[in-house]
T-cell receptor, first 112, second 112 residues
Framework: SQQGEEDPQALSIQEGENATMNCSYK?????LQWYRQNSGRGLVHLIL?????REKHSGRLRVTLDTSKKSSSLLITASRAADTASYFC????????????FGAGTILRVKS | SQTIHQWPATLVQPVGSPLSLECTVE??????LYWYRQAAGRGLQLLFY??????ISSEVPQNLSASRPQDRQFILSSKKLLLSDSGFYLC???????????FGPGTRLTVL
C-alpha cells in the first residue's frame, strides 16, 4: 500500500483563506516532501523537511513534521486562485534508498 | 540549468500495438531516473528506476519494460499494449546532491 495518505481528498476555499493539508505515513523516513501538480502537468517540488526537523517555511508555505505520529501538514497561507492544484506528499522511507513513495494527493480549489 | 524532456506529449494507441516513450535530461550527469504512472485522480505509482546506464529496477510486474541506453536517456516500452496501460506517464530525475526529484511534463497515453 502507499506510504503517504493525504487528507482531505479535496478542499475548496475562498481566495485569501488558509489551506491545510495533512499526510500520514507508516514507516521510518529520511525526509518528507511536498509536490504540486497543475492539471495535466508534471509535478513541481515545493518543500522538503528532514526527519530531524519539526517545522519549515518557504514563502507562504509552512510544513510541519511529527515523526512520533508519523504525520505532516502543509499550510498555504493567504491562498490565491493560482494555488489551485493537486498537492502530494512523498516520503523517502529509510529502507527504500533512492525512491519516493507518493500519496494519492489533495485537490485544492481556490475560488476568487 | 537542468531540464527534462518527455515525448510525445499525448499518444493514442490501439490495444496490442507497441509503445516507446522517451525521456532525456540535460544539464546533469549520472542522474537517477524514474518512470511513474498516474491513473486519473490518483497518486503516482513507481514503475522503474535506474541508477546508471543499463541498470534498471522494476517495481511492479507488468506489461512494460524500461531501458537506459545512455546516461541521460530513459525509455519506457511495451511490445503489446493493454487497455490497463492507459494513464499519465511521468519521468523524473534526481541528482546525487539532491533529495528531491524533478519531473518532466508527462505523456498522456490512451489505449483504445
Amino acid at each position: 500500500s502507499q506510504q503517504g495518505e493525504e487528507d482531505p481528498q479535496a478542499l475548496s476555499i475562498q481566495e485569501g483563506e488558509n489551506a491545510t493539508m495533512n499526510c500520514s505515513y507508516k514507516t521510518s523516513i529520511n525526509n518528507l516532501q511536498w509536490y504540486r501538480q497543475n492539471s495535466g502537468r508534471g509535478l513541481v517540488h515545493l518543500i522538503l523537511i528532514r526527519s530531524n526537523e519539526r517545522e519549515k517555511h518557504s514563502g507562504r508555505l509552512r510544513v510541519t513534521l511529527d515523526t512520533s505520529k508519523k504525520s505532516s501538514s502543509l499550510l498555504i497561507t493567504a491562498s490565491r486562485a493560482a494555488d489551485t492544484a493537486s498537492y502530494f506528499c512523498a516520503t523517502a522511507p529509510m529502507e527504500y534508498g533512492n525512491k519516493l513513495v507518493f500519496g494519492a494527493g489533495t485537490i485544492l480549489r481556490v475560488k476568487s | 540549468s537542468q531540464t527534462i524532456h518527455q515525448w510525445p506529449a499525448t499518444l493514442v494507441q490501439p490495444v496490442g500495438s507497441p509503445l516507446s516513450l522517451e525521456c532525456t535530461v540535460e544539464g546533469t550527469s549520472n542522474p537517477n531516473l524514474y518512470w511513474y504512472r498516474q491513473a486519473a485522480g490518483r497518486g503516482l505509482q513507481l514503475l522503474f528506476y535506474s541508477v546508471g546506464i543499463g541498470q534498471i529496477s522494476s517495481e511492479v510486474p507488468q506489461n512494460l519494460s524500461a531501458s537506459r541506453p545512455q546516461d541521460r536517456q530513459f525509455i519506457l516500452s511495451s511490445k503489446k499494449l493493454l487497455l490497463s496501460d492507459s494513464g499519465f506517464y511521468l519521468c523524473a530525475w534526481r541528482g546525487d546532491s539532491y533529495n528531491e526529484q524533478f519531473f518532466g511534463p508527462g505523456t498522456r497515453l490512451t489505449v483504445l
